[in-house]
């Protein structure tokens, strides 16, 4: 083999340089760290730890619905549950999953930075976050929020008897670290460029964090100053979203889309991004369609702030307006559609291996392609009368946060791992768990199709007894998924220690991020590098291994 | 005052880039906070729109002559901050000493102003949500929620103008021991940006809330 003539890197040290992770092993060191590397590392944990947290929410409320007349818990503890379950998953788990973990670990180095523009910035915001956590859980263990993650007035402002402030107060608080975060981004994307990264020829993963970083700094402050207003309401009663006042209930709903919207592309552009870098690499070809994939993603950011009114379809909006919502809905679905095109005419006539990475991306094309297409029956003014506030929503956002968000998120995360942590995981459990994920994930959240179809409405925990054997089904399905994600979490720890070392370039990637050593220094470079090629400058197969044609 | 060739910080790589990076960075927070305020403007104009006239009739019981003053020490502010900026440019370390302080001064006769105001509103029983409150008329419940939005955006905006002249003391205090120079004067530009903000939105906020009654 010669391996050596394939790796187009200058200047491998052999001797082991310092890195990151050697530096320094005080818990000081974490905990005023501003190496943008660290602070992923601090994002991965806090995220872990919420996902537990919301993960059990949602097992016992798939533990409840085993049985028609839902046994286990009080009808008041299962409107906490389900709240718990969406507001940490949302904003505790999934809005920082991808951007703040692997986007601040490998932004700078895929741009051939020595950090972010603004260090300092960067870690108040994991301690804002850390801050905005503390509400929420303060909240959660004085007793727990009944609204549900979407905090609908009325009910909300007026008529709840749960800690609904400490709550919001907790989501508005982590906003600011998102917006901090998406900050700078930006700035470090347009401002700290390597010599000769020109816009075009930065990876794609680059694009769609800066497209994300767009949504979180122009929606994030909506959120805040709606949950404001939400909050003097209840404790004042200013009246905006009080009819006795003159003020309207269903203005929150129009400010709060106005923001949630977007975010559901916060929770999804980052993952589009991942599959982007997967996909090339293991099917070692250029990705099909560059600029198409890249202008998608700023097309998905702007269209994405034009529909937020597909969620008040039955609020009493005008069937005009709902109109117009409706087919900017189905607007916005086009580049998303592009980039699955752009990414299956990549993998034609590719040299493909399955690798643990590239089995997440396949399983994240086929879930979001479904998540997708079922989006449209919702953005379908007559279809969405029926299927509004029903398991079908339910399914649907699953297959698009779970079945593409996670999948992407855990295939970065394996993708990535040996520049993390500088060990490769077990190849062969990383794809044992792909597989179980993804069989999981199908068997929880498919039977929520047929069960929203049929007329079962979300947030309920009693149900017909005929419901029954697709609740069983998806709770079956949750039970494999559990065991999905909790394999990696063994074996990442194992190869933490056990790990073979991963070596600078294990999958023969063209990124930047490559071309250092795993893990890095502290400095990311050891010079900084010049760039003078397009990304994805994969060879084929038989031009890597000339032997074997 | 240019006793020191400043260098950039650590993850730069001229002083250029950090500048860029700084006035970028502020640029991007700024639509940040035009989508904050955004979302009050929005309820403003919802309930506008549905009751007209009662924002006319409610708007006459404000006071637009310190609403007019206090618009124009903002924009004299505004004059003394572009003009801090300017002797930051040329290295005059006195005048930034003096035009920072003199805009820090501006804030706080602004804010005085506004608490003159505000115990007007409450002698004239127009603060909502204490028992003193009173206000008369068929559309009373609409007039209240007229003064709820007036002290929710000039309040936000009071916390805004608090934290500029705090930004703009310390600024003073590091121009006074000498940390700008010509070539290194980011901070006071950036701080500059969001000071002019901060005016801008009240330039908004002073038509909209105090002369929608008069013609
Ligand atoms: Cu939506």
Not at chain 1, 115 to 127: I, K, T
Not at chain 1, 172 to 196: C, D, E, Q, W, Y
Not at chain 1, 214 to 228: C, D, E, N, R
Request: aromatic share 16%; with cysteine; charged share 10%.
């Amino acid at each position: 083999m010669n391996a050596i003539e394939l790796e187009p890197s200058p200047a491998l040290q052999e001797e082991e340089p310092g890195n990151y992770l050697s530096e320094s092993h005080t818990v000081a060191s974490w905990l005023l760290t501003t190496d943008h590397k660290r602070i992923g590392i601090l994002y991965l944990y806090s995220i872990l730890f919420f996902f537990i947290i919301a993960s059990f929410a949602a097992a016992t409320m798939r533990l409840e619905l085993l049985n028609p007349q839902g046994s286990l818990v009080l009808s008041e503890t299962y409107n906490k549950l389900f709240t718990i379950h969406g507001v940490l998953m949302v904003w505790f788990f999934l809005i920082p999953s991808i951007p703040a973990v692997l986007g601040n670990f490998t932004i700078p180095m895929m741009i051939g930075a020595r950090d972010v523009a603004f260090p300092r910035l960067n870690l108040l915001s994991w301690y804002i976050f850390i801050g905005g956590g503390l509400f929420a859980l303060y909240s959660i263990v004085s007793g727990g929020v009944d609204t549900g993650w979407t905090f609908y007035t009325p009910f909300s402002s007026t008529y709840s008897n749960t800690h609904v402030i400490a709550m919001a107060a907790g989501v508005f608080v982590a906003g600011f670290s998102t917006i901090i975060t998406g900050l700078n981004f930006m700035v470090t994307i347009h401002k700290m460029r390597a010599p000769g990264l020109t816009w075009f020829r930065l990876p794609l993963f680059i694009w769609s964090l800066y497209s994300t970083s767009l949504i979180m700094v122009l929606a994030t402050p909506v959120l805040a100053i709606t949950l404001a207003l939400l909050s003097l309401e209840r404790f004042w009663g200013i009246g905006i979203f009080d009819p006795k006042l003159g003020g309207d209930p269903v203005l929150f709903q129009h400010l709060f889309w106005f923001y949630s919207h977007p975010a559901v592309y916060i929770m999804i552009l980052p993952g589009m991004g991942v599959i982007s870098e997967i996909i090339p690499c293991f099917a070692r070809k250029r990705i099909f369609g560059y600029y198409f994939v890249a202008f998608s993603s700023v097309a998905i950011a702007v269209l994405g702030f034009l529909v937020w009114g597909h969620h008040m379809f039955v609020s009493s909006q005008s069937v005009y307006a709902g109109l117009i919502f409706s087919l900017l809905s189905f607007i916005v679905s086009v580049p998303s559609a592009i980039k699955v095109f752009n990414w299956t005419a990549t993998l034609y006539k590719g040299s493909i291996s399955f690798e643990t990475p590239m089995l997440y991306a396949f399983g994240f094309i086929g879930l979001f392609t479904i998540g997708g297409l079922t989006g449209l029956f919702l953005a379908s003014l007559g279809a969405d009368v029926h299927l509004h506030d029903t398991y079908f929503v339910i399914a649907h956002f699953h297959y698009i946060m779970v079945g593409g968000m996670v999948m992407a998120f855990m295939g970065g995360l394996h993708y990535w791992w040996p520049k993390i942590t500088g060990r490769m995981y077990p190849e062969f459990m990383g794809k044992i768990a792909a597989l179980v994920t993804f069989i999981g994930f199908n068997l929880t959240f498919f039977p929520q199709f047929l069960l929203g179809y049929l007329g079962m409405p979300r947030r309920y925990h009693t149900y017909p007894p005929e419901f029954q054997i697709f609740h069983i089904l998806s709770t079956a399905g949750a039970s494999i998924l559990g065991v999905g994600y909790l394999l990696p979490l063994i074996y990442f720890i194992y190869s933490l220690r056990y790990g073979k070392k991963a070596g600078p370039n294990p999958w023969r990637a063209t990124g930047l991020e490559w071309q250092t050593s795993s893990p890095p220094p502290k400095d990311n470079f050891l010079r900084t590098p010049v760039v003078k090629r397009a990304p994805y400058d994969y060879s084929p197969f038989e031009e890597e291994h000339p032997q074997n044609v | 005052m240019s006793e020191t060739t400043a260098a950039p910080a650590h993850q730069f790589e001229t002083l250029e880039q950090q500048r860029e990076a700084a006035t970028l960075g502020m640029w991007i927070f700024l639509a940040t906070e035009v989508l904050f305020f955004g979302g009050l403007f929005m309820g403003y104009t919802f309930v506008r729109w549905s009751y007209p006239e009662v924002f006319e009739q409610a708007s006459h019981r404000l006071d637009a002559t310190i609403g007019g003053v206090n618009t124009a020490v903002l924009l004299l502010s505004s004059l003394t901050m572009a003009l801090a900026v300017k002797s930051a440019q040329l290295g005059k370390r006195n005048a930034l000493v003096a035009f920072l302080s003199l805009t820090a001064l501006l804030g706080i006769l602004f804010l005085g102003f506004k608490a003159i105001e505000y115990h007007g509103d409450y002698v004239d029983h127009i603060v909502p949500g204490i028992p003193s409150y009173h206000f008369e008329g068929p559309s009373a419940p609409q007039a209240e929620l007229f003064f709820w939005i007036y002290f929710a955006m000039t309040g936000l905006h009071a916390i805004h103008v608090t934290v500029g002249i705090i930004v703009i003391a310390i600024m003073a205090a590091l121009a006074w021991r000498r940390s700008f120079s010509p070539e290194h004067y980011m901070p006071i530009e950036v701080t500059g940006l969001y000071w002019h903000f901060v005016d801008i939105v009240w330039v908004f906020l002073f038509p909209l809330l105090y002369l929608v009654g008069h013609r």
